[in-house]
């Protein structure tokens, strides 16, 4: 799964206006963010097998970013700090913290069994990568849905829809560039990583676009 993580973004700003969609969009994909990290660094392992249907990633090691644990403390952790650093309301930093754990609970649909329930044990996944079509569906089908309800949110604060129209294209066409990229040849290591890290960033920054209009709107919205 890739672009389908940001639906919990959508919904995220849908439930929770102040809190500023590039918060969310680094928050849904914070997980991930620290994996590529620990992928260039050595701290956390995978490699890509072609012969694999859907995703050609074998993540055997990455007990610091997947667990379970691991997963929960990232989460509580991001509420924090946005509460902390950027000073958004409680329920603003809850959602941000929300958005960051609902990686994981989407990547458990999707993997196949690597996602630790506690660092060393239980390995789980359900594996809809083994079926690429149905998981290219749910991933486009979870971004139309909290899609339209963060049109709608826009919409009851008085804000243009087209922005958010906008990014959810720019996604549909990062998903699309990143199916027709070659996968990684081997064991994953600087290049996998600054380029998974690299799509993040540009996909946080453009979502960061979506807020530059509106600090009015937001000062009447509901917390
Ligand atoms: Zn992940």
Redesign the pocket.
């Given at each position: 799964?890739f672009v389908g993580h940001y639906a919990a973004a959508f919904a995220g700003k849908a439930v929770a206006p102040k809190a500023p969609m590039w918060t969310l969009a680094i928050g849904c994909q914070l997980?991930?963010v620290g994996?590529s990290v620990f992928v260039m660094t050595g701290v956390e392992h995978g490699r890509a097998d072609p012969a694999l249907p859907g995703s050609t990633l074998v993540l055997y090691d990455m007990p610091w970013?997947?667990s379970l644990p691991a997963a929960l403390v990232w989460s509580i952790a991001a509420a924090a700090l946005v509460k902390l650093l950027l000073r958004l309301p409680v329920w603003a930093s809850v959602v941000v913290g929300l958005s960051v754990f609902s990686?994981?609970l989407l990547?458990l649909v999707v993997?196949r069994p690597d996602l630790e329930l506690w660092p060393g044990g239980e390995r789980v996944g359900f594996a809809l990568w083994n079926y690429p079509v149905p998981e290219q569906a749910v991933e486009m089908g979870l971004l139309a849905v909290c899609g339209a309800a963060w049109v709608a949110s826009r919409k009851s604060l008085g804000r243009a829809a087209w922005p958010a129209v906008a990014l959810i294209g720019f996604y549909v066409a990062l998903q699309i560039a990143a199916m027709l990229m070659p996968p990684p040849p081997g064991e994953l290591g600087l290049d996998t990583g600054a380029t998974v890290l690299l799509a993040y960033l540009v996909a946080a920054a453009a979502a960061a676009l979506t807020g530059i209009e509106g600090k009015r709107a937001l000062a009447t919205a509901v917390e």
């Open positions: 799964m997980i991930d994996w970013t997947h990686h994981w990547d993997h």
